[in-house]
Structure formats: C-alpha cells, structure tokens
C-alpha cells in the first residue's frame, strides 16, 4: 500500500469515526438543562369533610413534580412560583345497583382548584381547575377511599400538566417537542 494510500484511508476512517460519535448519543453539550424551575408546594386545602385526601394528593403532585425534566421542588423563599390547591369537592355517585337496592357499582369525583402564585409577591398569577372520576366496586373490597386514594396520581397529573403553561414550554422544550419560546394553544392573558 502506498503511503498516499494509506493516509486516505486513515482520512476516510477518522471521518467515518467522527460521523458516529453523536450517534452513539454523545454530545458536545451537557446532558442536563440548568434552567430549573423552581415550585413551593404546600398541603393542599380540604373543603370537603373526607380528611386527609389533601396529604395524599400533595403527596403525588410532589411526586409528579420530581419526574418532569427543568422542575424542582423548593423550599418556598428559593421558588419562583407556588402551586397551592385546594380540594373543592369530593362527590359519590351510584352506578349500577342490584335487584335489592345493594350497590354493585359506584364512581366518584374529584374537583381541586389550584392557583398558581409569584413567590415573591403572593399575587395569585392563574387559576386552573381539575376534576377525575373513579369507580370502584363494593363487592370486591372497594370504597369511596380507596377510589379517591387512586385518583390522586391523575389528578396530580393533570395539575403538573397545567402548570406546566406556567414555564414557558420549558418542559416541552426538554423532551425537545417545541422550542422553549413558542407560544402555545393554552396560552391566555394571566388574571389581572
């Protein structure tokens, strides 16, 4: 093999080499996003007379929070912005019922409000409102409880889900969807 040969195919591999390299998921920028946004969540409000849901469902929203990308969860005077809720009504409603009147089948539904507030200034920025059915069969062990109990990881799926309007298609961004800046079809005047 000449020696002009030998340097081409030293070229050719090198170049080959190089083509590669981002393929195999290497990358010349870092491999976390350093634009974090920072959430204060305190325990959710209860108007209803079911107690204790409100734990839970700050709980899994806290949860959901930690699995988005460009989200952390703060003490609240490091947030730039608080997430409080509030479950505004907890309803039962009978499904099917048997020959003799006994339930056989029941839903239930779950309304929160959150406010999306500044950190600093405490001004409430937005309001959004969710709601989740559930049944659940009371022959097989199932309550009220236990519906509203796995109704909290939607729920907080869905509130996640709305705050997100309030980061800048931050989140979708990361999952590299839409590019940070552009404006959306949820996207409304903040309340005054």
């Not at 839903?107 to 309001?127: F, Q």
């Not at 309550?143 to 869905?158: C, I, K, M, Y």
């Amino acid at each position: 093999m000449s020696r002009a040969g030998w340097w081409r195919g030293a070229w050719t591999a090198a170049a080959v080499a190089l083509a590669l390299v981002p393929g195999c998921g290497y990358s010349a920028g870092p491999m976390t996003r350093h634009d974090f946004r920072r959430v204060y969540v305190p325990i959710f409000k209860n108007q209803t007379f079911w107690r204790d849901f409100e734990v839970g469902l700050t709980h899994e929203v806290e949860i959901e929070l930690g699995a988005r990308p460009g989200i952390s969860i703060v003490p609240q005077e490091r947030a730039d912005i608080v997430l409080a809720g509030t479950i505004v009504d907890f309803q039962q409603h009978v499904l099917t019922e048997s020959t003799t009147d006994a339930v056989r089948e029941s839903s239930t539904v779950t309304r929160v409000r959150v406010d999306v507030k500044d950190a600093r200034t405490g001004e409430i920025e937005r309001t959004f409102e969710v709601r989740y059915r559930a049944t659940f069969v009371p022959a097989e062990g199932q309550t009220a409880t236990t519906s509203a109990q796995s109704s909290f990881v939607p729920l907080a799926r869905r509130i996640v889900d709305g705050l997100e309007d309030d980061f800048p298609r931050a989140s979708a961004a990361a999952r590299g969807e839409v590019p940070a800046d552009a404006p959306g079809p949820t996207d409304r005047p903040r309340n005054p």
